[in-house]
């Protein structure tokens, strides 16, 4: 039988894609006060993401996320060949992806839900509106989604 | 009743009428309803060939045997006239002779009669059948024709015509069979026609034959245009008709006149103007005249260049490749060439030379020489290469500057969230944890953090703002209004403002952009607001069917004439921060999506009356 989420059950795993330190502690800051128990894992390019992912190397302990939030601009690796990665992968693509990044151009919106990201947010530019949003996610993703279950390893 | 007695009672009648028949010339009979001749005058009995006093209480069969009788019951209830009633006449002796008659029916003291008039038409009728034979012959002959052809008899009236000449001219063919030439051509035709007392009718025949006369026709709707033709005359039962051949010849004209505008132009270019050299050649290449440009141009004085080759002019190695023979040799077979390269003058020094060279022939086509003419233009094409290049570099630096707009305000953005995230983050978890300096400096910090937010997130507007102008679309400029509106709607209700507007065109624009246009106009007509609430009136006239101007019109505070076009300027504002927030930018932006679009924005205002924006932009019509 499948486990519930809540604060009783097991924690939920977020894999945050960022490479800015200010941003990422910006975002646990935010995720202090979350209603869920969040396990938060961060990796800092795409490089690190997709082996983060597919629990190659040093990451072959690392727990498979429930959602990713992903931002674009990343070195190494795009967050955009990350995204295409991650929905080309059979094993993957069923992990909700957010977009989580400055850029507000249209191309980068578009190109990103045609590439079946789940959702895909501005980082709004001052602290109380990053707040929101990062409570925002965890209102919804976290709390009102049903996230799909993991699969038996 | 007996109409017969009653009017021998009434001799009153008879003898009133008859008198006015008598002066009629033409054979006049008064028949009753039933058809009986009641009264006659003497034109009658003579065209008929009775006695006087046969006649009357005769039935009018007896003279006009068909169509007559038949015709008196309807005539006589209608009570009107009918005229041209062609008809055939009976004489005693039993001959007919064609007639038309006027039926008129009159009201007396006895009932209603009528009188028919009656003409004898026997000479029209040789002559129309002689006119309908001889159409008949000429017609096939005329509607084979490529031009309008018009048969005009000595009268100067128009007999025949074909298809052509109908078209030509505008008219129907019965409009114009037997009206004068002069109402088509009004000049010049008819006069030829005539012999009158100054020459014999041989002579007019004789003038009558040419080709070539050029005059002028008039259509049917009063228009002229210039016409060409040719007469031949024909001897004929009816005398002499004139076969005119009419040929349009607007276009030759038009040509014509353009050729001798060109040739004029050529002359006046050739003589006068001093920049150019104008060289004749005789056919070998040897110069045979100079004026004082060639001389100012290669430096040579007439008297040392006359009879020598021309090819002298140029630089050593276009002589050892033979290209001016060469040149002479295109213009041979061109009429006319046009070269651009370089040139030798007198000292030696090179020029950039603009040459044409035209072959000059007489009028059996011999080739007499070359004229050319020479322009340097060596100043001319450094100064297209300058601009070009100036204008290339200022292109380049335009770009590079919104480039760079574009880049350092994105760029920026990314530090500067951190600033202030973290200053914001501060100033939340510590505020009265520090000291109270602390607290007013972070809060300097946080202040400082939010302008300059608000600066780039505008500088990035305004750098996009027009770079990327999106496809140009009919677009309703009332929606565009409506949508503006709906963007500021929170102000709008914060302030009590009221927005209303005259109706509005579709343009061809970018929707987006007018949008930000409007909108920003708008808010600044709130957020610059007088004593009194708001009131921001838009609206649109067409300005010479070019191009629209738009109006913003508030109650405000206004602005001094002084700061008309400072108010423009990227950053330039007019108030401090703390009596306004702002970046400066909004107004900089409209002039430039305005500027893009193709318009002009200007603002006319009068402290503490309001002011109102202006824009202008191309009415966009669909081609």
């Known amino acids: 039988m499948m486990e519930p989420y809540g604060p009783s059950a097991q924690p939920i795993e977020v894999l945050l894609v960022e490479d800015s330190p200010g941003d990422v502690r910006l975002t646990q800051e935010a995720l202090k006060d979350a209603k869920v128990h969040i396990n938060l894992q961060v990796a800092r390019d795409g490089i690190e993401a997709m082996s983060l992912l597919k629990q190659e190397g040093e990451f072959a302990k690392s727990s498979r996320p429930d959602l990713i939030l992903l931002d674009l601009n990343l070195p190494k690796k795009d967050g955009r060949e990350v995204l295409q990665e991650i929905k080309d992968s059979p094993t993957l693509k069923s992990i909700p992806v957010v977009i989580l990044t400055t850029s507000s151009s249209n191309t980068d919106i578009l190109r990103s839900y045609m590439l079946h990201a789940n959702c895909y947010i501005t980082k709004p530019v001052n602290l109380d509106g990053f707040l929101k949003v990062v409570k925002t996610i965890d209102g919804f993703w976290l709390s009102v989604v049903k996230l799909p279950p993991r699969p038996q390893t | ?623």
């Open chain 2, 1 to 623: 009743m007996n109409l017969n007695s009653n009017l021998h009672e009434n001799t009153e009648w008879r003898a009133k009428y008859r008198g006015l028949l008598e002066a009629s010339p033409d054979a006049m009979v008064v028949v009753n309803p039933s058809g009986e001749i009641v009264l006659l005058n003497h034109q009658a009995e003579k065209q008929f060939g009775h006695l006087r006093g046969e006649l009357p209480g005769e039935k009018v069969a007896g003279i006009i045997p068909q169509g007559l009788a038949e015709r008196l019951f309807a005539e006589t209830m209608s009570q009107q006239s009918r005229s041209g009633i062609e008809l055939n006449g009976q004489r005693k002796d039993g001959t007919e002779f064609p007639i038309e008659i006027v039926l008129n029916p009159f009201e007396t003291a006895e009932g209603i009669l009528v009188t028919p008039a009656i003409r004898e038409i026997t000479e029209r009728k040789t002559a129309e059948k002689h006119l309908a034979e001889m159409e008949a012959k000429y017609r096939g002959l005329l509607e084979a024709a490529p031009d309008a052809m018009v048969v005009v008899n000595s009268s100067g009236e128009i007999a025949l015509l074909n298809v052509q000449a109908e078209k030509q001219f505008g008219y129907r063919r019965d409009e114009l069979l037997g009206q004068k030439i002069k109402s088509i051509i009004p000049d010049g035709f008819a006069e030829r026609l005539v012999a009158d007392g100054t020459r014999t009718a041989a002579e007019a025949l004789a003038q009558q034959i040419g080709t070539g006369i050029e005059l002028i026709g008039r259509r049917k709707d009063g228009s002229t245009f210039p016409i060409e033709i040719m007469l031949s005359p024909l001897e004929s039962a009816d005398g002499i008709l004139v076969t005119a051949a009419i040929r349009d010849i607007t276009e030759r004209k038009r040509v014509e006149d353009s050729l001798r505008n060109s040739e004029e132009r050529f002359r006046l270019m050739a003589s006068g103007v001093k920049d150019c050299a104008n060289v004749m050649l005789d056919p070998e290449g040897l110069v045979v005249s100079w004026n004082e440009g060639a001389e100012r141009i290669k430096g040579y004085r007439a008297e040392e260049i006359i009879g020598q080759p021309f090819s002298r002019f140029y630089p050593a190695e276009d002589i050892n490749n033979g290209k001016p023979a060469r040149e002479l040799a295109r213009a041979r077979v061109s009429g006319s060439i046009e070269d651009q390269g370089w040139r030798v003058r007198k000292d030696g020094t090179r020029y950039l030379a603009n040459v044409v060279i035209t072959a000059l022939r007489d009028e059996n086509g011999r080739l007499r020489g070359f004229g050319k003419i020479t322009r340097d233009i060596t100043e001319r094409k450094d100064s297209e290469e300058h601009l070009g290049k100036t204008m290339a570099e200022l292109k380049r630096s335009n770009d590079e500057l919104e480039q760079f707009a574009y880049v350092a305000s994105h760029d920026l953005q990314e530090p500067l969230r951190m600033v202030a995230s973290y200053t914001q983050l501060l100033a939340q978890r510590y505020k009265g944890r520090l000291d109270s300096d602390a607290d007013e400096f972070i809060a300097y910090a946080v202040d400082g953090c939010n302008r300059m937010q608000g600066l780039i997130q505008d500088l990035l507007s305004y750098s996009r703002a027009g770079a990327s102008t999106g496809a140009m679309h009919r677009t309703s400029c009332e929606d565009a209004l409506a949508r503006a509106v709906k963007n500021l709607q929170a102000t709008i209700e914060a302030s009590q403002a009221i927005v209303d507007h005259d109706p509005l065109p579709a343009i061809v624009t970018d929707e987006t952009q007018l949008v930000q246009v409007f909108q920003n106009l708008i808010g600044n007509a709130i957020k610059y607001r007088g004593a009194e609430l708001p009131h921001v009136h838009i609206s649109a006239t067409r300005e010479a069917g070019e191009e629209w101007i738009f109006s913003v019109g508030d109650n405000g505070m206004g602005i001094e004439p002084q700061y008309f076009d400072r108010i423009f300027v990227l950053f330039q504002r007019l108030h401090g921060q703390r009596e306004y927030q702002g970046t400066g930018i909004g107004l900089a932006m409209c002039k430039k999506i305005v500027d893009r679009l193709g318009g002009r924005i200007w603002v006319e205002s009068q402290l503490t009356k309001g002011s109102t924006f202006y824009f202008a932009l191309p009415a966009g019509e669909q081609k």
